[in-house]
């Protein structure tokens, strides 16, 4: 007979050790964190975090109605606070010792009754919050307060409205719904935010090339207006602003997968190998552009901060756009071939392609795979185009004559494929 036989208990034995195993991780995260702070005042560490955890882990399981187990914790509750107020009494007011303990009175329960992979998601999350003094002190420092009001308010938007929205047709010519409407605001607006946060906090000022590499997760062609504008700052021989330029478009391709991805992933997946040999392709032409660069010299020019994706005038504008190509899609389809559809798609294009997009992938799913793929790949050709106008326009030396060249050709290369490849 196995030893866990003979035991019985093979599933309390697991979740009793594993809420050993995590105390103890959070004990040596704790003895850690102390050593590095030099904190005079501390309420245990290593083995008092196994201690309490093992106390809880009996509390909770041996009585069903929970009673012991809030005893338990308001014995603790009580010495921590007393222990506390002492440390008020010596000037000191750090928490955390005492908020891990609590920490730890909970890992018992939750090992009884979660899966295991929370119990350590929950207890890395711990640990990685507590060894990330330094640099959530620095990022608290430096993001607006603006910033953080207009982020928990999209998420009151997102979080707690978008689930309460209708999710029936709006009307006969537009069929989609509100729901539909504010997820594709919350997709392509927390994709931008993401970016947006990289820029604006943890690149800004850095190597231009990385700046235009992530401007292509926020908004390709806003990024290349601002780089063609910064290319001013450079020597005319460089082609560091043309190399920025193409890595922006590059990972536009595939943040449309992405996007697309999200909402229907047959087109997705119909759409990827073109994508990715764009996205290849761009990266060539980029690296061949960063060979080739002559300038004498870097100037460092402080990049434009983006708009904020997550500002509310910002939402109800990519809304409408989005309603109104949607129900320019439905009309198209429902009185005229494809063919004024590709047409419209072309159009798109000189605007910002992600409505029609969405239209699309979540108005247009009585279409073939095929067509709507195609129709996709001539919207980014034709905003292509129109990047390469932009920086034909702003620019200078030879990011002029790179820059747009570059687009051009990979305009060609995306519709050809959109002709051929779909």
């Known amino acids: 007979m ?98 891990i303990a609590l920490v730890c009175y909970t890992i018992g329960p939750v090992s009884l009754i979660l899966p295991d992979w929370f119990l350590v998601l929950y207890v890395m999350a711990i640990l990685f919050v507590l060894n990330a003094k330094e640099r959530i002190h620095q990022l608290t420092q430096t993001v607006a307060n603006k910033e953080i009001i207009t982020l928990a308010k999209f998420l009151v938007l997102s979080g707690v409205i978008l689930p309460l929205t209708p999710k029936g047709p709006i009307a006969s010519f537009l069929p989609v719904s509100i729901y539909q409407t504010w997820l594709s605001v919350v997709v392509i607006s927390g994709i931008s935010y993401f970016a947006y946060l990289l820029q604006t906090y943890f690149v800004k000022g850095k190597e231009i090339i990385l700046t235009g590499a992530i401007g292509g997760l926020y908004s390709s062609t806003a990024t290349s207006v601002v780089l063609a504008r910064q290319s001013r700052y450079y020597d005319a021989r460089s082609l560091k602003p043309s190399t920025a330029i193409i890595l922006s478009t590059g990972v536009m391709y595939l943040r449309l997968v992405v996007v697309i991805g999200i909402f229907q ?132 030396g030879r990011t002029r004559a790179w820059g747009s060249s570059a687009l051009i050709f990979l305009a060609l290369v995306t519709f050809a494929y959109g002709l051929l490849g779909i």
């Open 265 to 396: 992933m047959p087109i997705a997946l119909a759409t990827l190998p073109g994508f990715l040999l764009l996205s290849g392709v761009s990266l060539l032409i980029a690296f061949m552009a960063f060979m080739r660069d002559g300038g004498a010299g870097k100037a460092t020019p402080e990049m434009e901060t983006p708009e904020n994706p997550l500002e509310i005038n910002a939402a109800i504008l990519f809304a409408t756009s989005f309603l109104v190509v949607t129900a320019i899609t439905h009309f198209i389809l429902g009185h005229h071939s494809t063919g004024e559809l590709h047409g419209v798609a072309l159009l798109s294009g000189f605007t910002d392609i992600y409505p029609f997009v969405l239209a699309l992938v979540q108005g247009g799913s009585d279409l073939p795979v095929p067509v709507i793929g195609k129709a996709i790949f001539f919207a980014a050709a034709s905003n292509d185009l129109m990047k390469a106008g932009y920086v034909w326009g702003l620019s200078k």
């Open 2 to 99: 196995q030893l866990t036989e003979y035991i019985g208990f093979t599933p309390l034995l697991k979740a009793f050790l594993l809420t050993l195993s995590m105390s103890f991780l959070l004990g040596l995260g704790l003895r850690e964190y102390y050593l590095t702070s030099n904190k005079r005042l501390i309420f245990g560490s290593t083995r008092s975090c196994v201690f309490i955890g093992a106390l809880g882990f009996v509390l909770f399981q041996i009585q069903d109605t929970g009673l012991i187990y809030i005893a338990g914790l308001v014995v603790i509750g009580y010495l921590l606070a007393t222990f506390y107020q002492y440390k008020i009494s010596q000037h000191e007011y750090g928490m955390i010792g005492l908020l």
